[in-house]
């Protein structure tokens, strides 16, 4: 390969560059064979505007193919997609419930499931490579990014992300029906300091290792081939600065065989915005070295122009690009794109099944999460009068926000209309007969809170759907955690009636609804809950589903009270305390679960050893249901201090009324591993208490 074909490989535009103007969207031959001839990209990503037919991306696919097989070493383009819920970019497709519900679900499988689909879906319009999964952990709630992640937790986040990374790679990324994963955003990118996206945060080598660090290595092992870099910085290193990370910890220690692509635009930011590259041609040659192998430029042929001048001028050496070169081509051929360079029409048949949509509902029934539901107010009996109302209550796009059809998801008409509403899903249950509607307030502006009070006077019950607008990075950075005025004054106006309130919740991050808890009868978090949300979350309100949802994350309490479950004892010793409005893990059900006989099998657990705790678990209540068992180790004394609790295992069971299960967890010394004072994992001996629910019991670990 020549140094330019080399360049271009490692060079990521997108669709914009190589389109025409004008709409509907066509590829513009002339700009295309620029791009893939004369600059020999080695990648195309996006879309330009909105989702595109199956059929669009087949023509999109097949002429981008085409151009690059009339190139010299006629090296097939890799054309990448955010398929991040479902192909959102692919009209028709099944759009699941955003990660942090599906986190909430604690099922792996369905996690799977959403994969696997999502793969079908993104391979079936020609597209073999998503950026997705974030194995981010969502440890500050302000961020907008917060629900792209499988939540707070590290073994939960592992064991989900490994889950969806089984079911879209399989075990050959190269299958007709199944596309590349991209981890991102490697790493560190979910605490920023201040909550906003791509802002600084500061985490330790330490910190980096014990909560950032494990989601990633699990995907790596995973087989994980591409990975994309934080957008944010790191104790004053931008992400795509960072050696550290991409090189030494991610390429050198863990061995990753596959390339690392830069965020959009990130490169030519370590000029403009980041100021630690005096130069654009610096700021290449600064993420070059630093690890970065393509860079998602993605609007021009700067990168190309500038990395071509540091080879010749020799401050990026041969062997570097011959290293990116490589990385990315092995994914190239891992991905079957040299044999099967185009679509196989023959998917497209299948691209919309029943099975789709039928799973899509499994997951946003087990994600959705009852938090609290006093006097038993739920499930609804049919033939109740009902008052529905808030700013989510008729709208598609809040029950998806972004990277939905478009990628802030703000567009309602792309939504199909047979899929039902939060308002339409009520309707089809209760009748139509049986539902009023009045909107009451949009988001933070009141339309009319005085119509509501009064549509409430024939209803028997009010459900306010209350949350957030769509939104996606950047532009969904707010200042205050609080759920804005209107909708808080809305519930308060209602509460006043006396009729009982229900809150349903369809928001991207825990927006705190402190006023409005104690004045709510029943409290539904239905998260981002897809396409199938209106109809699931209509199941759980009249009880047709037992609701198993179990929060992925720490709701708080107030603003300025913000910490995760996993907080230091000193958060709750001398005046200080912590109490969230509802804990990680929380979530009822229209049944009990009583559990009982928390056992070790040993006291003692010896290094190379396994330790067994088993619990049963009883069907208390009068309805079958499913429970989420979780169990918690806490490190009662540790050389740095321990958090009060750490997750060390989990199991979604389903119980029949008046069933007891035995539940068995295994613990290895490993399992109580910590990033010692040295920056690498270690045990100390010493005592540790195991807990499930409210029983626990302690061990010595020798
Ligand atoms: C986002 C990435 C995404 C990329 C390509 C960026 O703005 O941060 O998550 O994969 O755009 O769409």
């Known amino acids: 390969m020549t140094a330019e074909e080399k360049v271009g490989q490692m060079t990521q535009v997108t669709i914009d560059v190589v389109s025409r103007d004008s709409q509907p969207h066509q590829l513009d031959p002339a700009k295309l064979q620029t791009a893939v001839d004369r600059y020999k990209v080695g990648s ?3 879309v330009m505007g909105s989702a595109y037919t199956v059929d669009h991306w087949h023509e999109i696919i097949n002429q981008i193919q085409d151009a690059a097989a009339k190139t010299r070493l006629k090296i097939p383009v890799l054309y990448g997609l955010d398929s991040i819920h479902g192909a959102n970019y692919v009209m028709g497709s099944t759009l699941f419930p955003q990660a942090f519900a599906v986190a909430a679900t604690w099922n792996p499988e ?59 790679q399989g075990n050959d990324v190269g299958a007709r029906n199944k596309v590349a994963a991209c981890l991102k955003h490697y790493a560190g990118y979910g605490l920023p300091f201040n909550g906003k996206d791509r802002t600084q945060a500061h985490i330790s080598e330490r910190m980096m290792r014990q909560y950032f660090l494990p989601t990633f290595e699990a995907g790596v092992k995973a087989g994980v081939p591409t990975v994309m870099v934080n957008s944010g910085e790191i104790d004053g290193i931008p992400g795509h600065a960072n050696h550290h990370l991409l090189t030494d910890i991610l390429k ?10 830069s965020d959009w635009q990130d490169v030519e930011r370590l000029h403009t915005r980041d100021r630690v590259a005096d130069s654009p041609k610096e700021a290449v040659r ?10 998602m430029v993605p609007f021009d042929f700067s990168f190309f122009d500038l990395l071509m001048q540091c080879v010749q001028e020799g401050s990026v050496p041969m062997p570097r690009i011959d290293d990116a070169v490589r990385r990315i081509l092995r994914v190239k051929f891992m991905t079957g794109i040299f044999e099967n360079p185009r679509p196989d029409p023959a998917m497209k048949a299948a691209f919309d099944q029943p099975a789709f949509a039928e799973a899509n509902l499994a997951a946003a029934r087990e994600a959705i999460t009852l938090l609290k539901n006093e006097d038993h107010v739920l499930p609804l009996a049919r033939g109740r009068k009902i008052l529905v109302t808030g700013p989510t209550a008729n709208l598609h796009t809040v029950l998806n926000s972004g990277w939905s059809r478009s990628w802030l998801g ?36 009141e339309i009319d809170i005085a119509a509501a009070v009064s549509g409430a006077a024939n209803a028997d019950v009010i459900i306010a ?54 004045v709510s009868s029943a409290i539904v978090m239905a998260y981002l809950p897809g396409l199938e949300g209106g109809r699931a979350v209509a199941d759980i309100l009249f009880g047709d589903v037992n609701p198993s949802g179990k929060l992925s994350f720490t709701y708080p309490r107030y603003p300025n009270a913000l910490t995760t479950y996993d907080y230091k004892v000193n958060e709750v010793l001398e005046g200080n305390h912590i109490d969230p409005e509802f804990e990680f ?17 040993s006291p003692m657990l010896v290094r190379d050893g396994e330790l067994t705790a088993t619990v049963e678990v009883r069907n208390s209540g009068s309805r079958p249901g499913k429970e989420v068992v979780q169990l918690y180790v806490s490190d009662l004394y540790r050389s740095l201090t321990p958090p009060n609790r750490e997750l060390k295992g989990f199991r979604k069971i389903e119980l029949q009324p008046g069933e007891t299960r035995t539940i068995s967890f295994t613990l290895k010394p490993s399992d109580l591993a910590f990033v010692g004072l040295n ?15 409210k029983l626990s019991e302690e061990f010595t670990l020798l």
Not at 286 to 295: C, F, H, K, L, Q
Not at 679 to 693: H, L
């Open 585 to 601: 893990g929380h979530g009822l059900s229209y049944t009990t679960f009583t559990y009982s006989n928390l056992k070790l099998n």
């Open 110 to 168: 369905l996690a799977q499931r959403a994969g696997e689909i999502s793969a079908y879906q993104t391979r079936a319009a020609g597209v073999p490579w998503n950026f997705y999964p974030v194995l981010d952990i969502g440890r500050q709630p302000l961020w907008p990014r917060f629900w792209e992640t499988y939540g707070e937790d590290v073994l939960l986040a592992t064991e989900m992300g490994k889950a969806y990374i089984r079911g879209l």
């Open 252 to 261: 050198n220690e863990w061995g990753f065989p596959g390339f690392v692509v």
């Open 286 to 295: 600064m993420a070059v070295m630093a690890g970065i192998d393509m860079s």
């Open 465 to 518: 759907c209350l949350g957030e607008p769509a939104y996606c990075e950047t532009p969904g950075n707010i200042d205050d955690l609080m759920l804005d005025g209107a909708q808080l004054l809305l519930v308060h106006e209602l509460a006043k009636t006396g009729k009982p309130v229900v809150a349903v919740l369809a928001q991207g991050r825990p927006r705190v609804i402190h006023p409005i808890v104690p």
């Open 679 to 693: 920056n690498r994992w270690i045990t100390e001996p010493g005592k540790f208490r195991a807990t499930v629910a």
């Open 44 to 46: 195309i990503l996006n």
């Open 410 to 445: 703000l567009e309602e008409e792309l939504f199909s209309k047979e899929k039902p509403t939060l308002l339409g899903g009520i309707e089809i249950t209760a009748g139509k007969e049986n539902v009023t509607y009045v909107p009451g307030t949009s988001f933070d502006k």
